[in-house]
């Protein structure tokens, strides 16, 4: 499974637009992105999923460069009860059932 | 829209006993997964489960955690004998993997198991 990296923790404001970067510089060709938001307490919220150029729907949007080696994730206009921690994953091509392998995340604060 | 459910919210239980969680993952998925989360670690993974039988297993899964699916719609971890160290969130999940071959797993809310 391609290990991912991506920031510890962001800090952004009411309103603004966040971007979240993760590297995966081993990305498999038939390796998807996927990020899921985790509030405390609670299950991985799957978020949006991607494989390459540009994914949008009504909760965020995925960029995804043409080397596929990074993709960022958008929220736009975010709000208090986006502050959460946001996990890049790669993989699930697989033609068998496959294990999720969570990283540390990024650990979202928004203020007002 | 369909979603993971699971049963207790909160289960509290004495070292040593045994404790079932429970899970009703989407209907129409055939994949189901155990992993859980340690307060202020990562999550897990524990175990997957596909077509009655364990596909895979983590060092986590030792031989005091069993999983069934005893119906149609159940998904159950069971712990023979808990340890104070089993204390966490356990996280049902649940995948389809149709044709389209991405495997978007589908988490529950958890449930928080304290050992005492």
């Known amino acids: 499974l391609a290990k991912t990296t991506q920031p510890i923790s962001m800090d952004s404001y009411e309103g603004q637009e966040v971007n979240i970067t993760c590297s995966h510089n081993n990305i498999a060709t038939n390796d998807y992105i996927t990020w899921y938001q985790q509030f405390p307490s609670q299950g991985p919220r799957f978020i949006i999923q991607?494989?390459?150029t540009k994914v949008t729907n009504e909760v965020a949007s995925l960029f995804i460069p043409a080397d596929r080696k990074s993709s960022t994730l958008s929220l736009p206009r975010v709000s208090l009860s986006d502050t959460a921690v946001y996990y890049c994953?790669?993989?699930?091509?697989?033609?068998?059932?496959?294990?999720?392998?969570f990283g540390s995340g990024t650990r979202l604060s928004i203020r007002p | 829209e369909p979603e993971v459910t699971q049963t207790p919210s909160h289960q509290v239980t004495q070292m040593g006993q045994e404790v079932i969680l429970r899970c009703v993952p989407i209907s129409n998925h055939l994949y189901f997964y155990w992993y859980r989360q340690i307060l202020g670690q990562k999550v897990e993974f524990l175990v997957s489960f596909y077509n009655n039988e364990i596909s895979e297993k983590s060092e986590i899964f030792d031989d005091q955690f069993s999983v069934e699916r005893p119906d149609g719609s159940n998904f159950t971890l069971k712990i023979r004998s808990t340890k104070l160290e089993d204390s966490a969130m356990y996280f049902c999940a649940s995948s389809r993997r149709d044709s389209a071959s991405t495997d978007t797993q589908y988490f529950g809310p958890g449930t928080r198991l304290t050992v005492l």
């Open positions: 991607g494989y390459k």
């Open positions: 994953l790669v993989g699930g091509g697989y033609s068998s059932a496959s294990k999720i392998i």
